[in-house]
């Protein structure tokens, strides 16, 4: 195929299964090099009426998840140590929304989650994932737990079963509890 080969010519030629660059062999998956390369959707937003979102790797890791449904429920993949990174932004004020592990009867997060008392804006309070581990849902209410606009979380796979988990919530009504509880 000459150097002027056109787009069908290209799509058309075998791929071969491992590639060099610089000397180096190239492992990564076809998935782990367009997630990689494809800047047009790092901001992946989910409508209302989704009800569920289960993010993947794929689909969400590197991105910013933007949530326009107040009662959604989203699941995380699995923890297993990929070092991937969730981010997950409120773009509506949640009514009774929930973001839990995979594993519910394993995996828990680790870290704690900023939270300003929107009632005066002065009071902040870091409301910390249990010690143990055990907590594996964050529970939003748009008030006591949080979930207002502009509420956002990180989430790192930093090992099986664990979740690193940070982010800053704005909650209200004189009641602000945790957000974490344990579905186990």
Known sequence: ???????????????????????????????????AADRSTKVVTIADGTNTLSLTQYLHAGRITYVLDATLAITLPEATGTGDVYTVVQGITATGSTI????????????????????????LTSWPAAVAGTDDTITLNGVAT???????????????????VGGQITESGGSEATPFSSAA
């Open 146 to 164: 949080g979930g207002k606009i502009g509420d956002h979380f990180t989430f790192v796979d930093v090992a099986t079963d664990k979740w690193l």
């Open 100 to 123: 839990v592990t995979a594993d519910t009867s394993n995996a828990g997060f680790r870290g704690m989650l900023m939270a300003l008392d929107g009632d005066d804006e002065a009071t």
């Open 1 to 35: 195929m000459g150097a002027n080969a056109t787009n069908a010519e290209i799509v058309q030629l075998d791929v071969v299964s491992t590639m060099k660059l610089a000397g180096t062999e190239v492992t990564a998956t076809a998935d782990e090099l367009n997630a």
